[in-house]
Structure formats: structure tokens, C-alpha cells
């Protein structure tokens, strides 16, 4: 073939179908398409349109330079009543595979808003499509198919971020700079929540298939999990189940514990790394997330966890919940232990309190508190936040789109936020309560515990195992 021969969108499709190996996408790169401009708009879609994705299409509308052109979701009753409640009159085009809306559709990105264990297997085909990707936490269902994520978006080049918006608070990433940069000198101890893990599906009976949906339909939901009889509670109540979420409710591992963590790992430094060890500190009960008992104050300003003035919990304060919990202690290399003992009712719900040899920070979202109180009264702290919490985020993604640089959230920050998550839930699994369980975090994988190793990865159902690479 003449390397100088242009080729149509068809002629590259009839090509690669004659030669018997058919992608299901042709990146638009192949096609001509270049890159946005410095000030050119960018065109984006939305795929899966349940309740995160109405926030996120509505923080679009006030974000410059981005627009929504294009929305998808496998269950055709939600587009028109997403359409109505959230374009603000704009005529956007609805698609039922996510495919086609990619071919079809002049994308410069896809924001995926899915259920947590579709997630991947999305991400990865819409960056083999050429899209840059804005992925909401938590951004996978186990350790090995998030580490896949990473490896395809350095394989093909994409800027990915994390919907973990801390990172792009100004008051997140400066208090959080003061515990990196010694404002409470070395670190030694971090309190963090400790979360509610997922339940397993307790097999209930079939129920009729929702008006608009078929077997069809449920199949494409039900993804890599196993394709169990419909039931509302899975349809709806999927953040609950481990097939599908790893904690998902209120106060939950993954839920809430994706922002927490990754809090930690910003003021830590610990961005691309892990713990060394992890220890399951008691055995894993179906506990209340706290003990709502009466908080202390002082001057009507609450007292927290470790008698110091704080945050105050807010909405933070999850609601009262029971569920499987244990406290875990991580131990990083630098030798800062991190225990993940907090209840609900107390301390940071979306952060954590920094323990240093010269005083202490409480970071939660777009609040700080520390002792002594004059680190977060400096005239250098950037204050509450001034625009939505997610449009900061959301403008760091376009930005780097354009430039082809480094998000805030960063898909390999992602990786490791959520694989604290996993880790917690794995140690609470094997159970080996008082057994420091020793975790390689380049390999990602246990030298003393072939249990845990089985389960970094799950089976996927035939049809959605994960796309290879190349």
C-alpha cells in the first residue's frame, strides 16, 4: 500500500473487515481527527446515566469550554427524563451502547458515570477508540483489572482522571502540601474512617423485569458479574453487593472510602505507591457504622476523635448503618502507620487526621482543622471553595486534554486509592486477625499470602473479559 494514500472512514472499515480481524472501533487518529485547540471546545459524552452522572452533566453546564454533545445508557427508559431534568434545553443525541455513540459522534472524551463493575470493561474499549477518559470512582472492581486500566491508558496515550475531586480543591491540595512539605514535622499516624465492606447477593427470588427492560437489557447490565434472575435490589441497590461494588453504601469501602483514601495518599506523597503491610486489627463483625453517641464541644465548637477542635461531621456524618467491619492498620515503607479505626460519627468521612511529631492536621473536604489551630489560620490558605466541588476537577481534565498532560487524578492515583479500598476488604476476607499480611506494592501482589492473591483478580463472563492491548 502507498504510504501517502488517504483513506476514508469506509475504505478503513472495508480493509480491515476484508482482512478477517475487524476492530469493533477505529480510533479517530487513523481518521484525520487532530487535537483540540488551546481554545476550541471540547465535545464530550456521558455513559451510564444513574444518579452521579445528573451532578456531573450539570457541573458541565457551568465549566467553559467543555459541552456535553451526546449521552448513553443500556436502559433506554432513563434518557428521555435524564434529557428533561439536567441539558438545560440543549438537543443532545441518546445511544443505548456506547459503541455507537463513539463511532458516530465527534468525541473528544467520554465521562463514564457506570455501575463499578461495568467500568472497566467500558474505559478500556473507549481508550482503544482514541477517547480521553473522566472515570468516576471507584474506577474498578478489583486490583488486576484496574492495573489493566493503567497499562492501556500509557498504551494508547490517553489523559485519564479519577473522579476523585479532592485532588483539584485548592484547600485539599494546600493543606495537604503542608503535611508533605513538614508543616507537623514526620508524620507517624494516620486516623482514617473505618468503613462498611459489601454484603454477598443472599439469592432472592426473581422479580419482572422493569417496564423497558428485557433479557437483552439485563445481560449488558449484569456485564462481567454473574447473570443472576432480575431482582430491584440488584438493579438499584447494586453499590451493596461484592459481584458488583467493593462497599458501595453510605460509609461504605468504595462509597466514601475512594476519597478518603486518596486523601491520604495525596498528603502522604504515597500517590504511585503502597502500604507494606496490612494487619486486621479485631474480627470482622456486622458492626454500626458509629456510635452516634453525643459529641463533646467546647464553646459550642465540636470536639473530635483525638480531643482536638474539628471539621464537625456535617454531611459528612454517614447515615446509621450496619454492615461487615474491622478495623485494618497499614503500615508504609517510610514507616507512618495508617489506621483505618475512625467510626462514622467522628472525624473526616471524606479525609483523615495527619498525626506528625510536631502537631496535627484534619483535612476533609473543603474543611481543616489542626492543632496547633495557627497552621490552617495562615493568610496562605486558599479558603472554602468558590466554584462547585467537581467543576475545579472537571476544568483540569479539559485543560489536559488540550496540553496531553497529567490530570490531578491521574489514573494510576486512582489505581492505588482504590486498591487501599481492596485491600481492606481482602485482609477482612482471609481473616487472620493479629497476622501482618506483607504486601509488594510494585508487584502488587502478597509475598505471605497466596489467599489474598487469588483474590486480586475475579472470572469475568464469557463475552466481557477484558479487551487485550494493541
Same mark, same amino acid.
Given at each position: ?9 469506509? &475504505?478503513?472499515? &472495508? ?25 476550541? &471546545?471540547?465535545?464530550? %459524552? ?26 448513553? @445508557? ?33 468525541? @473528544? ?100 423485569? !422493569?417496564? =423497558? ?12 458479574? !454473574? ?5 430491584? @435490589? ?31 495518599? $495525596? ?43 474539628? *471539621? ?18 497499614? *503500615? ?7 489506621? /483505618? ?5 467522628? %472525624? !473526616?468521612?471524606?479525609?483523615?487526621? /495527619?498525626? =506528625? ?21 495562615? !493568610? ?10 467537581? &467543576? ?34 481482602? *485482609? $477482612? ?40 492491548? %494493541?
Amino acid at each position: 500500500m502507498s504510504a501517502n494514500r488517504k483513506w476514508t472512514r469506509r &475504505q478503513v472499515l &472495508q480493509a480491515t473487515a476484508a482482512a478477517g480481524a475487524a476492530p469493533l472501533f477505529v480510533p479517530s487518529r487513523v481518521l484525520g481527527r487532530g487535537g483540540a485547540g488551546a481554545n476550541e &471546545q471540547l465535545n464530550v %459524552g456521558i455513559i451510564g446515566l444513574g444518579g452521579r452522572a445528573r451532578d456531573i452533566a450539570k457541573t458541565v453546564h457551568t465549566t467553559p469550554n467543555i459541552r456535553i454533545v451526546a449521552v448513553c @445508557d443500556c436502559f433506554k427508559p432513563r434518557w428521555d427524563k435524564f434529557i428533561e431534568d439536567v441539558s438545560n434545553g440543549q438537543k443532545w443525541k441518546t445511544y443505548g451502547d456506547f459503541r455507537q455513540m463513539i463511532e458516530r459522534e465527534k468525541l @473528544d472524551g467520554v465521562m463514564v458515570e457506570t455501575t463499578t463493575h461495568a467500568r472497566a470493561w467500558i474505559v478500556i474499549q473507549a481508550m482503544q477508540a482514541d477517547m480521553d477518559v473522566y472515570i468516576e470512582k471507584p474506577m474498578c472492581l478489583t486490583i488486576s483489572e484496574g492495573r489493566q486500566m493503567v497499562k492501556a491508558a500509557r498504551h494508547y496515550k490517553r489523559v485519564t482522571q479519577v473522579g476523585t475531586q479532592q485532588r483539584s480543591m485548592p484547600i485539599n491540595n494546600w493543606a495537604s502540601d503542608l503535611v508533605k512539605n513538614g508543616a507537623i514535622g514526620k508524620v507517624h499516624t494516620v486516623l482514617a474512617p473505618n468503613f462498611i465492606g459489601p454484603d454477598d447477593w443472599p439469592g432472592k427470588p426473581e422479580e419482572k423485569m !422493569p417496564e =423497558g427492560g428485557d433479557g437483552k437489557w439485563w445481560d449488558v447490565w449484569t456485564n462481567q458479574a !454473574p447473570l443472576r434472575p432480575y431482582h430491584r @435490589d440488584i438493579h438499584y441497590g447494586w453499590a451493596r453487593w461484592r459481584d458488583y461494588d467493593a462497599g458501595g453504601l453510605c460509609f461504605g469501602v468504595s462509597g466514601w472510602g475512594t476519597h478518603s483514601y486518596d486523601q491520604i495518599n $495525596r498528603a502522604l506523597g504515597t500517590d504511585e505507591t503502597g502500604p507494606l503491610e496490612i494487619l486486621l486489627e479485631e474480627p470482622v463483625a456486622v458492626r454500626e457504622s458509629g456510635k452516634f453517641a453525643a459529641r463533646t464541644s467546647v464553646g459550642g465548637v465540636t470536639v473530635g476523635e483525638t480531643g482536638d477542635i474539628d *471539621t464537625g461531621v456535617d454531611y459528612f456524618s454517614m447515615a446509621k448503618l450496619s454492615g461487615p467491619r474491622a478495623k485494618v492498620t497499614m *503500615t508504609f515503607a517510610n514507616g507512618t502507620k495508617v489506621k /483505618f479505626h475512625l467510626d462514622g460519627d467522628r %472525624g !473526616p468521612g471524606l479525609g483523615a487526621i /495527619f498525626i =506528625g511529631d510536631k502537631g496535627k492536621i484534619e483535612i476533609n473536604r473543603n474543611k481543616l482543622a489542626s492543632n496547633p489551630r495557627e497552621i490552617v489560620r495562615s !493568610p496562605e490558605n486558599p479558603g472554602p471553595n468558590k466554584k462547585p466541588e467537581t &467543576q475545579y476537577h472537571i476544568e483540569n481534565w479539559a485543560e489536559c486534554i488540550k496540553s496531553r498532560g497529567r490530570c490531578n487524578a491521574d489514573i494510576e492515583y486512582g489505581q492505588r486509592a482504590t486498591s487501599l479500598c481492596e485491600l481492606i476488604n481482602i *485482609t $477482612r476476607n482471609v481473616g487472620r486477625v493479629g497476622e501482618a499480611l506483607k504486601w509488594d506494592p510494585v508487584a502488587e501482589r502478597f509475598t505471605n499470602c497466596d489467599e489474598g492473591n487469588a483474590m486480586l483478580s475475579r472470572e469475568r463472563r464469557k463475552g466481557y473479559e477484558l479487551p487485550a492491548l %494493541g
